[in-house]
C-alpha cells in the first residue's frame, strides 16, 4: 500500500487531494447474514472462489472518477479459490475532502462486490457438507434477460443485441 500511496501521490492530480483511502478486504470466517442480520444458524466461512469481469470493473472505476471530488482510483482483485484471511481486494481512492472520498469508497467497493450488475447471488445448501453457500450467477445485463416468471435465461440475438 506504500508504493501505491507513493505512485498516487506523483499522479498529475495529487496537488488537489486532501484525502486518501485505503480498503483491504478480506475472506472473513462470520458470514454476511450473520454480521448483517444476525442469523444464529449462519455457518462459519472456510473458504470462497472469487471472480469478476475485468470490464465491468474498469466501468465502475471510471464512475467513480466521474464522481465530484475524486481524483485517485486504484483497485486490486484476487481470484481464484480464497481461504478465510486471504485478501479478497485492495483499493486506494484519493479525492478533496473525507466525505467524497468515503461516499466513493463505498460505492465501488459496493459494486465490485456484486451489488451493481456484475451478478446474482443466491443462497444455497451444500447437501453433502448441510452448509449454506452462497451462489454467485454470472448475468451480463447487457447481453441477457430473463424471459418470463420461470426464471429462464435468454441470450439478446440478432438485432436486440445490437440495441441492449
Request: aromatic share 10%; hydrophobic share 40%.
Amino acid at each position: 500500500m506504500d508504493a501505491w500511496l507513493q505512485e498516487a501521490k506523483q499522479h498529475p492530480d495529487a496537488a488537489k487531494v486532501g484525502m486518501y483511502l485505503t480498503h483491504n478486504g478480506v475472506v472473513r470466517q462470520t458470514a454476511k447474514a450473520k454480521v448483517h442480520h444476525d442469523a444464529a444458524d449462519t455457518k462459519a466461512v472456510i473458504g470462497m472462489q472469487f471472480s469478476y469481469d475485468a470490464q465491468k470493473v474498469d466501468a465502475v472505476i471510471a464512475d467513480t472518477y466521474a464522481m465530484e471530488g475524486i481524483y485517485y482510483v486504484k483497485v486490486w482483485l484476487n481470484e481464484g479459490t480464497l481461504n478465510v484471511g486471504d485478501d479478497l481486494m485492495y483499493v486506494l481512492i484519493g479525492g478533496d475532502i473525507r466525505p467524497r472520498v468515503i461516499d466513493a469508497l463505498q460505492y465501488l467497493v459496493g459494486r465490485v462486490l456484486g451489488q451493481g450488475g456484475f451478478g446474482i447471488t443466491y443462497l444455497g445448501l451444500d447437501l453433502h457438507l448441510q452448509r449454506k453457500l452462497a451462489i454467485k450467477e454470472y448475468y451480463p445485463s447487457s447481453f441477457v434477460c430473463r424471459k418470463d416468471a420461470s426464471g429462464t435465461v435468454s441470450w439478446f440475438s440478432g438485432e436486440m443485441a445490437r440495441h441492449a
